[in-house]
């Protein structure tokens, strides 16, 4: 099909992996952080519901921290394998954050082993709860970390190349570039939402199957508020985003948006299909719109992509992935304040069946969503590893047999994939709510 | 002390503590699918399970450590290793994801699959036989460098006695090793069945894991005599080794003081261990890389043991808590208290 090429291959590997391990990496981000706002509620209101809620989230959660803890393995071992010029470059200038996000993860590590088997240790409640701390702090500084890395990649600085060697590292302005501010807020905050959703559809999904137990309504509400506040804050960023790309990858902006000529007043493409000769057909345009996502007004003028050297553009359908991304956004957003909404107004039902439905495809496309992110921010830089400073055939491996590994991880992968799902649902069926609650003795009508 | 020694002590630090707390993890995979073979599962089901239970995640993190910290302090280790381990490593990196995974599926899923606990002994064995070919490869001429390609000589590596002798140490030591702790364990948690179980493999598992030690010892000199002989000049370390070692079996023989005899089999371990990595100085892998040439840069070299120390500062006192709540409370270790 194709000849070797070890380069092509580094590169599909390094998306298997990544595309297998961003999914548990984002639950792992937030699902902690979720878990404890329903043991805080649990104390707060004394309500045994919520405290079961944690209880039941933090098991399934445990089984995809442990995928994510060996895919992350696989990925953390996978870019010396596969990019050892890239690690070479990256251990003289970037290493520090990477070397901290082992010690958060860690920490987090320690504590969730912790917190899983001492449910009934402690006399007072406050005191298990304090043990979800590290874990959330554990789980979003690795986030943090590590998207300094990839915001490095992106905006590299704190570094000089004299005849080809690096002198002048400053780690810390490595790790604080341009990029890391609206990439690692942007990164949180959406693996945040995106697990709020992944919980609240499957309490949706309860519900719309006749389980009629308050359980999965507070449940879903609890969810659903939360999505509505990590959406606003998701939102916002994204216009910082906007603002930084502009300034120091116009490249990539210009890309996702199909915009071709250099000009003040720039309209903002939703959607639409490219032609052959780079015809922008069946779009949406918002007349000044990019100018005032680039700039923060409409005289801001928006370099084009026929401004850029034609190397150095990156592959034109990331636009496709970029409106994938902003779509289901927008789409998360509105739900969870319509049902925020529905729910406050006592008079109207938040619990109608196609407010349900919709909140169950809310779950998948939350990660669809951050997929498409992901895809967008990788494929984006192309053809650089490193912006401007080397590219992703420079950094890659020269060894024989990556296709082999690629067939083999694909495997892996499946395997896992279908195992933890299967797990999972064995794991829930043999234990319904309703079970536990009788089993513990909590009350149906709790407060 | 030079950047460089600090680093790679910190890094080989590191690695020492993933051989003792994955090697208890792997030897007690092998022990649990033994057992079960022979029914003698019922015996030491409860001990095994209630020690990894908290502790598996941790163990994976001392690995992630060593391989991230190695390219911080010596990034040219990415490009030697890197491309010339590819095969190896993914092969190491699978076992890793199959044990990991089906380990939380088989604790957390609530069933039992003789599936999951053939891969949990399986793994057990096999992982640490390819992670130690690394230690073997650092020895030099299994890689080679022409025309600015790294590759892997395969032929070299499987046709070489001293790269079996060292799949052998390191499969006995993780038995040895892992049998010692659980005999700690079990005397802990009062459970008179699995301790006597236990306690006979670690008396079995004892003389080989010495014997392949000398073995290797003397392998080494045909294969990097410069390495060798710097082995023999530290020879008081390895005299220290087969003390603690006398001292352990001795104890566990007699029944007596197993937390004592497990801390001497990490003595035992500990010189070996450094005096091996030390004598390997200044070589990271022979004769293509030191220490000293595929250091980073000051800057990130300061920064990294900043980072690394107040890292310590964090997971010491979390670590001792954890010991404290599952290693040694008693009523947690007798059974009295579970449940996630």
Known sequence: ?447 | MSYEVVGIAVLWTFLYGYLIVASVDFGAGFFSYYTKRTNKNHITHNIIQRYLSPVWEVTNVFLVFFFIGIVGFFPSTAYYYGTALLVPGSVAIILLALRGSYYAFATYGAKDSPLYTFLYGATGLLIPASLSTVLTISEGGFVIKENGNVRLLYGELFGSLYSWGVVLLAIVSVLFISASFLTYYASRAKDEGALKLLRKYALIWSFPSILMGIIVFFLLSKRNLEHYQNMVDLWWMFAVSLAAFAIATYLIWKKRNYGLAFIMVMVQYFAAFFGYGAAHLPYLLYPYLTIYDGFTNETMAIALIIAFIAGLLLLIPSLYLLMRLFLFDADYVEGKKEAM
């Open chain 1, 1 to 447: 099909m194709f000849e070797y090429d070890p380069v092509l291959y580094s590169r599909l590997l390094t998306t298997l992996t990544l595309a297998f391990h961003v999914i548990f990496a984002t639950l792992g981000v937030g699902i902690p952080l979720m878990i404890a706002i329903a043991e805080w509620m649990g104390i707060r209101r004394n309500d045994p519901h919520y405290t079961l809620m944690a209880r039941r989230w933090a098991r399934g959660f445990v089984v995809t921290v442990a995928v994510g803890v060996v895919t992350g393995t696989a990925i953390g071992l996978q870019l010396s394998l596969l990019w050892p010029n890239f690690m070479q470059a990256a251990g003289h200038t970037i290493g520090l954050p990477m070397f901290m996000e082992t010690f958060a993860f860690f920490f987090e590590a320690i504590f969730l082993g912790i917190y899983l088997y001492t449910w009934d240790r402690f006399k007072s409640k406050v005191k298990h709860f304090l043990l979800v701390i590290p874990i959330v702090i554990g789980a979003t500084a690795s986030a943090f970390f590590i998207t300094t890395v990839n915001s490095f990649m992106n905006a590299p600085q704190g570094f000089n190349i004299i005849d080809g060697v690096l002198t002048d590292v400053s780690p810390l302005a490595a790790m604080f570039n341009p990029a890391t501010p609206s990439k690692m807020s942007h990164v949180i905050l959406s693996s945040y939402l995106t697990s709020a959703f992944i919980l609240g559809a499957i309490a949706a999904f309860h519900i719309l199957k006749g389980s009629k137990h308050v359980y999965h309504k507070k449940a879903l509400h609890l969810t659903m508020v939360s999505a509505a506040v990590f959406a606003i804050g998701t939102a916002l960023v994204g216009d910082l985003s906007g603002k930084y790309l502009h300034e120091y990858q116009p490249e990539k902006l210009a890309a996702a948006e199909w915009h071709f000529e250099t000009e003040e007043k720039a309209s903002l493409v939703l959607g639409g299909i490219l032609t052959d000769g780079n015809e922008v057909r069946f779009a949406l345009e918002i007349p000044y719109a990019l100018s005032i996502l680039a700039g923060g007004s409409a005289d801001t003028i928006v370099t084009g992509l026929n401004d850029f050297p034609e190397d150095e553009v990156p592959p034109l359908w990331i636009h496709y992935m970029f409106d994938l991304m902003v779509f289901i956004g927008i789409y998360l957003a509105a739900l969870s304040a319509l049902f925020v909404v529905l729910h406050w107004r006592k008079k109207w039902n938040a619990f109608n069946r196609p407010v349900l439905w919709a909140v169950v495809a809310g779950g998948p496309a939350a990660m669809f969503a951050i997929e498409a992110g992901w895809i967008f921010a990788e494929v984006g830089r192309q053809p650089w590893i490193l912006n401007g400073v080397m590219t992703v055939a420079e950094g890659a491996t020269t060894s024989a047999h990556v296709d082999m590994m690629l067939y083999l991880f694909l495997v892996l992968y499946a395997i896992l994939g279908v195992t933890c799902v299967v797990v999972l649902r064995r794991m829930f069926k043999q234990n319904p709510v309703e079970a536990e609650l009788e089993k513990r003795n909590i009350s149906h009508q709790a407060v």
